[in-house]
Nanobody, 116 residues
Framework: QVQLVESGGGLVQPGGSLRLSCAAS????????MAWYRQTPGKTRDLVAR????????IYADSVKGRFTISRDDARNTVYLQMNSLRSEDTAVYYC?????????WGKGTLVTVSS
């Protein structure tokens, strides 16, 4: 079964950094745009960053521009999200999926908590 597994979350202080990873179980995802999304309790799951096939085009939510970087390594079937200068408002469960997202590919996500 093709699936996506997120990892790398944790507790970090404001101003700190984390790198999230999204491992795909199959190579099919290299043919898709990939994205990171995040969700906090009671709110919608929102797009954080998106990367094109091949990685030559990226877009970011305004709230993370200049702080987050999305990248992909198709040889490793992995998508990354480098998060710098983290803020308390970045606290959320982070998910990866194709773009636009498909229901069958939502994983469990990885929790990022930014707190002192």
């Amino acid at each position: 079964q093709v699936q996506l597994v997120e990892s790398g979350g944790g507790l970090v202080q404001p101003g700190g950094s984390l790198r999230l990873s999204c491992a795909a179980s199959g190579s099919i995802f290299r043919y898709y745009y990939m994205a990171w999304y995040r969700q906090t309790p009671g709110k919608t799951r929102d797009l954080v960053a998106r990367i094109s096939t091949g990685g030559d085009s990226t877009i970011y939510a305004d709230s993370v521009k200049g702080r987050f970087t999305i990248s992909r390594d198709d040889a490793r079937n992995t998508v990354y999200l480098q998060m710098n200068s983290l803020r308390s408002e970045d606290t959320a469960v982070y998910y990866c999926n194709i773009y636009p997202p498909a229901m069958e590919y939502w994983g469990k996500g990885t929790l990022v908590t930014v707190s002192s």
